[in-house]
């Protein structure tokens, strides 16, 4: 199936080692940059008690969620060290820097 | 005021004493040491290691110079005292200086017994009880030459072991018919004289020394039986004697010790004696552990603690010759009403013996395998019964079923579903068996797994207890606990290296200090992100990816998502303008909940984030700046009416209050800061309970510090009390500058303190006059970059990005 491509923006609205938020239909998306230039999307919703991801200390390929702790690898969207949970990722693509994602789920739902 | 201290004899009872004094009672006392012997307070037990080579004098010191000096303790080395004037209070060393005293301290230890036969001055007749001894056995043993030891005692076998081991022929005379008979039975004291035949040292008991012989120095010796033994070196060690004459001729009341009450205090009011010249109870002690139990007591009574009293226990004893484990504690004696548990097991040299009245230790030795015997000990002063393990008691604790006896008892003792952790409810049967089932094996590693002491912390203790009693020894808790699980350094000491390292971002940190991971975690950023901002104000550029979320959109972060924004009022005073301001941002973004502080403001919560930037807006139109209410560092200063209005009021607390936020808003610190003012004693704006406050008095302003009133509930300390306003502010802000230098991150100002001792803190802000300007010019300083409202400027433009969205998507946009 092909993906729907969304242009979100660029790489330069967010800052190094920090988050921005991209409200859709069904939530908030969390898009990610790390300190070695990585993007990264997943939901705005930390497993534990929903606090805003995005808002959260990002390290690593990880952010530390700003309500109780939590830290979530972008990468997989799931809890890391002890506690156990996991967020949706969402597909990411950087082509020089324009930022796509993708909402294939969102596309399905709003059918 | 202080009040003079003379201490006389500088031996490990009143070096351990004055430990105790300078934490309990900082600069009550200026104290004066006399030192018969020329150095420092060195461990005199271990003199035995020095002997035998495996230790050397600098190892063994306890308080180099550099301790006296930075307590501000005069030392005479060398200095006898040869005269106590109980009516002038004063002292007389036998280099004339004369000293007086409030308080006057006798330690003269002991002095090694010398028997008393003919030719026991001879030149190579020796004691062993000090360093100059140490050193003239270790000057005979070059000549490889023949030894005597007098006394098969504990000091004795020690002498002959290590004159033997430095290559001596050594021979032991003792009277009684075998080894260390006070401390040991008669089966134990045979196998330690084979293990020392063994190594050479030859040892006659039931020997008698009838002279000592020899020709202008020792020669030898003559026994009662006629035998001549030669040797050219004669260790006596044949017990000691309290070291009373200087109190005898002051006419105190002398026994065999200088006679002291429970609480160390002799027939002379202002004289107390402690250490091996003391008898307390009928008794005098030789063994550190009753000494040291002395000097705490001497201490508190110094401290004007005049509850706390000696109590004698038994002391076990061990000797120090390296291979050999001995233990022994307590009544061995044979007796109608006592049984006895023996264990032999003579291939291996084991002899393990328990002495028991009505079910109950009362007496042990241990030979050759000495393991258990802190557990035997426990039992024997517990006085535990132990009639249910009877069968396997001398076997040790590892062969007893149930929970290990052990000061844990307590916590050992609870039940599985016993709560621990009451921020995250979390029981004691669940951190257990984490702990085992996951390996657990540190704090952080607990803390991670099951939360508790995740939040406040106060069950730390608990945890740790849990923790041992899980572990065993492998858990140690007194190790430097790690910033986190980026590197193996504590608070302290990153804090001191950046300081020494120059180190000036986040990156250099990490590379210096060899950071485990490339970019830290949640933990460290923060903390480094704040030690940068204090130490370098001026060119550390703050960086804000590394502040937690309050701080950096400068509100606070709710449950929801939302946020709750504070405005700064200053002093906790308002007006009409100000609050019609309030309701019309309050109408106009639809705040659901408008509330009042316990720091004296108003807090609108639930705002939508994007929604911050205006809500500054028009609060800032009103002349509000932030509140910083999410910060660490200053809150808020609250304040009462003060002498303006109240008629009890002594002084504008009001206007100080107002001055000092105006002074201070917008500074960093490790933690919150809340500060107060009240204008009478009767302290309406509670002050006492605050990270620092001021009571206003008729004569000025009371400064305290150091409360709490959050998971902790303590009341303030007194700094100390300054006559005016300006005094007040300065003193005020040096402290807290001195607390922003030094604390560690997330350390409110009342750990601090008490990690620092307040005393300490005293001396640098009210005592040291150039220290407390430096700490508030670098305040001053540091102000210059930090009084900046975050708002405003956020208005202005300031991190857009913060507060808008990277894009929003429709359902169009979605669905195409």
Redesign the interface.
Known sequence: MDM?W????NIA??????A??????QG?IA?FR???NEVFAIEDHCPH????LS??????KAV?C??H?W?ISLETGKAL??DLGAVKTVPLRNEDGALFIA?ES??MA?? | MTEKLVIIGNGMAPGRMLEHLLEKAPGQYEVTIFNAEPRVNYDRIMLSPVLSGEKDYEQIIIHGDGWYIKHGITLYKGHRIIAIDRDARTVTSDHGVTESYDKLVIATGSVPFIIPVPGNNLPGVITYRDLDDVQAMLLAAQSREKAIVIGGGLLGLEAAAGLAGRGMDVTVLHVMPTLMDRQLDPAAGYLLQKELEGRGIKILCKANTKAIVGNGRVEGIELDDGRIIPATLVVMAVGIRPSVGLAKEAGLAVNRGIVVDHGMQTSDGSILALGECAEVGGMVYGLVAPLYEMARVAASHLAGERSAAFVHSDTPTKLKVTGIELFSLGDFADGDDREEIVLRDASAGVYKRLVLKDNRIIGTVLYGETADGAWFNDLKKKATDISQMRETLIFGQAYQGGAPLDPMAAVAALPDDAEICGCNGVCKGRIVSTITDKGLTSLDDVR???KASASCGSCTGLVEQLMTLTLGDSYNPAAVQPMCGCTDLGHDDVRRLIKAKGLKTIPAVMQELEWK??????KC??ALNYYLVCDWPDEYADD???????E??HAN?Q?D?TYSVVPRMWGGVTNAGELRAIADVVDKFEIPLVKVTGGQRIDLLGIEKEDLPAVWADLGKAGFISGQAYAKGLRTVKTCVGSDWCRFGTQDSTGLGIRIEKFMWGSWTPAKLKLAVSGCPRNCAEATCKDIGVICVDSGFEIHFAGAAGLDIKGTEVLGLVKTEDEALEHIVALTQMYREQARYLERIYKWAKRIGLEEIRRQIMGDEAKRKAFYGRFVFSQKFAQVDPWSERVSGKDK?EFR???????T????
């Open positions: 729907n969304i242009a979100i923006g609205d967010i800052p190094l080692r920090g921005r938020c991209v409200k859709t239909p908030k898009v790390t300190a070695e008690k929903g606090g805003p808002q959260g200390i990002v390290h690593a530390t700003p309500l702790n830290v060290g002890a909402l969102l596309m709003a059918e | 991670a797994h099951t991971t490339s970019c830290g975690c949640a950023r923060p804000y990816q590394s502040r937690f979320i309050n950096r959109v972060i449950k998502g990005h969205p990277m894009a929003t998507i429709g359902y946009q979605a669905a195409e």
